[in-house]
């Protein structure tokens, strides 16, 4: 597998180059430079695999000659050993479940995937990997769980003080060994500033090993697509081939890991990116302009990005097109009252509890639908968190009904351990530093 930098499309770098590198020193994103479309005759027959085989398909058509494919195998295995089911709300509206990993989050696909894929090519003796993540919620507790007691790497997770959940903060900050947590006073965005500016620093990274693990890590993305293509499977056996997946969208890396799926040969009629009150991306596709701001606390905290990084990946994706990327995605935006609305709505519907970012999820299905009434399709939207993670946000009649996995009653037992930090970059390379 070779890969060029969104701002480079001449340069070519091995995978486990890009994987240790995460970000090309012009800034850019690493993409594949040829993306395989897998044989008809798997997508015809894909309701016959498992998601473990469905996986391994997927992984090893990307990833061709970046490792055996016994061991690749191994690492899916051992990474993706929970489920992600589809299920049916009514005849044409299903919710596909990505909570049921370790993290209770989408990101366990992602972390759990390339913490196995780093500790494959890290060699004895090397310098030690140090792991540096930016989260505006979920990312971070999936990442410290994926590498926790890994030798040889040290990850520091740096997430906006007061902007995530309280569950979302213990898993973050409860881990100790290897995993160190930072309380920055400020944005997700100024914790992601503060992550590229490390990367981009030459003199910290002649002293320092540094990777990442947000999704601007190549690593975290291929793994995305899995379940993608495992929903598609499900589906398939109940008789349904026709998908809409509607995808709550910040950083744009769970979303732009269902377009590469797209480009990949999986069936999908449209791809619905839904967004809270942050919403650069459903500006650009009204207006041509694409202009980020500042990001807004909201209760769908994990998508409060007001400069998505993957988006460059998309456009990339469809070559900056931006006439052909809207025949494939469509895009809606709420607030935090829509939200309410929502997770009230689903609940009185469905009897089923969804988390803020799966309610907007859900919205914008809905909306989707009365702009496309007409059409016959299966709408899927993605639950990408358990419910428990934000019990504050829900009106006492459904907190009343959310259970509690054992993970989470044992992290509410355990001390929080971080360190506060401001802004300002040379804090933050003050405290790399002293390592």
């Not at 890009?18 to 012009?26: K, T």
């Amino acid at each position: 597998m070779k890969l060029y930098s969104t701002n480079n499309h001449s340069l070519s770098v091995d995978f486990a180059t890009a994987v240790f590198n995460s970000m090309p020193l012009d800034k850019g994103l690493y993409m594949p430079v040829s993306i395989p479309e897998l044989d008809k005759e798997f997508i015809d027959n894909i309701d016959q695999f498992s998601l473990s085989e469905i996986a391994f398909k997927v992984a090893a058509a990307l990833l061709k000659g970046a490792m055996p494919k016994e061991d690749l195998q191994s690492i899916i295995e051992d990474a993706i050993n929970f489920e992600a089911p589809v299920v049916a709300l009514d005849d044409n509206t299903a919710v596909l479940e990505l909570f049921h990993g370790p993290s209770l989050a989408f990101k366990d696909f992602g972390a759990r995937f390339m913490s196995r894929i780093m500790a494959y090519f890290l060699k004895d003796n090397e310098k030690t990997l140090d792991v540096l993540v930016a989260t505006s919620g979920d990312t971070g507790g999936a990442v410290a769980l994926g590498f926790l007691g890994v030798p040889n790497t040290r990850v520091t997770i740096l997430y906006p003080k007061g902007k995530v959940s309280e569950i979302q903060e213990l898993q973050l900050c409860t881990n100790g060994q290897n995993i160190y947590a930072l309380e920055v006073n400020g944005t997700f965005d100024d914790c992601q500033s503060l992550v590229k500016q490390a990367f981009a620093d030459d003199e910290l990274n002649a002293k320092l090993r540094l990777t990442s693990a947000n999704s601007i890590n190549i690593s975290r993305l291929i793994p995305q697509t899995f379940y993608y293509f495992n929903a598609y499977a499900q589906l398939k056996r109940q008789g349904k081939a026709d998908l809409v997946f509607s995808v709550p969208s910040g950083n744009f890396g769970n979303i732009a890991a269902g377009l590469l799926a797209y480009k990949m040969g999986l069936p999908v009629k449209k791809f619905i990116a839904a967004t809270n009150v942050n919403d650069t991306v459903p500006r650009f596709l009204e207006t041509g302009i694409y202009e980020t701001k500042p990001s807004v606390q909201t209760y769908s905290n994990a998508m409060d990005v007001g400069a998505p990084s993957n988006w460059v990946r998309i456009m990339d994706l469809f070559k900056n097109d931006k006439e052909a990327l809207q025949q494939i995605v469509q895009s809606y935006r709420f607030t935090d009252e829509d939200t309410l609305k929502g997770i009230n709505a689903i609940y009185e519907q469905f009897n089923y509890i969804a988390c803020p970012h799966t309610a907007i999820a859900w919205l914008a299905l809905q909306q989707y639908k009365l702009e496309n009434a007409d059409s016959n399709y299966t709408g899927v939207f993605l639950s990408t968190a358990h419910a428990c993670k934000f019990p504050d946000v829900f009106p006492d009649t459904i907190k009343a009904k959310i259970e509690f996995p054992d993970q989470v009653k044992d992290l509410l037992a355990k001390p929080k351990k971080a360190e506060n930090m401001n802004t300002d970059y040379e804090s933050f390379k003050a405290y790399l530093n002293r390592y």
